[in-house]
T-cell receptor
Framework: GENVEQHPSTLSVQEGDSAVIKCTYSDSASNYFPWYKQELGKRPQLIIDIRSNVGEKKDQRIAVTLNKTAKHFSLHITETQPEDSAVYFCAAPFVSGNQFYFGTGTSLTVIP | NAGVMQNPRHLVRRRGQEARLRCSPMKGHSHVYWYRQLPEEGLKFMVYLQKENIIDESGMPKERFSAEFPKEGPSILRIQQVVRGDSAAYFC????????????FGEGSRLTVL
């Protein structure tokens, strides 16, 4: 099955600094890579996604980059704010099967 | 367009009882996924269903757990003879398109087994 690895598991940054979270996947046929943000006690919510026909996508302070050759994709948050503190999950579909695999999550803390 | 609706939001059961968790997908979505999340852990896939069909249940324990998505009504995740290890948040997500579509999550059902 698909194997999605996510690093780091915890990340602390000063307010205003950038944060980068990386994920690798194993199914070379995967073609859709979303990132979800989950605040404490809440549901995961999509913040950005990228499809395999592009290498980068930006939405204000958030960007995702994809390297299909190396099979990894990264979430970049610039000018971090305290409200960015949450757990972030990457995901990748297992195209040969029927599952949507999630990474193990990164707990981001933005220190004011 | 209402989002994914899950109920109950919180459920307390004693060991040996049954737990039934319900999920109504977003309007127009025919793909439903169930995930389990233990405290401070990730989302673990359990089962993927379409209307009246279980497509993939490879993540679901073979005993005590079952899921359905009938032609009418919500998807139901059923846990029989619950044990303390079943205590977790159970999230349902729906999608309009298998594999390449965004998953829309419900608020989750938090099961506590005493």
């Amino acid at each position: 099955g698909e194997n999605v690895e996510q690093h780091p598991s915890t990340l602390s940054v000063q307010e205003g600094d950038s944060a980068v979270i990386k994920c690798t996947y194993s199914d070379s046929a995967s073609n859709y890579f979303p990132w979800y943000k989950q605040e404490l006690g809440k549901r995961p919510q999509l913040i950005i996604d990228i499809r395999s026909n592009v290498g980068e996508k930006k939405d204000q302070r958030i960007a995702v980059t994809l390297n299909k050759t190396a099979k990894h994709f990264s979430l970049h948050i610039t000018e971090t704010q305290p409200e960015d503190s949450a757990v972030y999950f990457c995901a990748a579909p297992f195209v040969s099967g029927n599952q949507f695999y999630f990474g193990t999550g990164t707990s981001l803390t933005v220190i004011p | 367009n209402a989002g994914v609706m899950q109920n109950p939001r919180h459920l307390v059961r004693r060991r040996g009882q049954e737990a039934r968790l319900r999920c109504s997908p977003m309007k127009g979505h025919s793909h439903v996924y169930w995930y389990r999340q233990l405290p401070e852990e990730g989302l673990k896939f359990m089962v993927y269903l379409q209307k009246e069909n279980i497509i993939d249940e490879s993540g679901m324990p073979k005993e005590r757990f079952s899921a359905e998505f009938p032609k009418e009504g919500p998807s139901i995740l059923r846990i029989q003879q619950v044990v303390r290890g079943d205590s977790a948040a159970y999230f349902c997500a729906s999608s309009p398109n298998q594999r390449t579509g965004e998953l829309f999550f419900g608020e989750g059902s938090r099961l506590t087994v005493l």
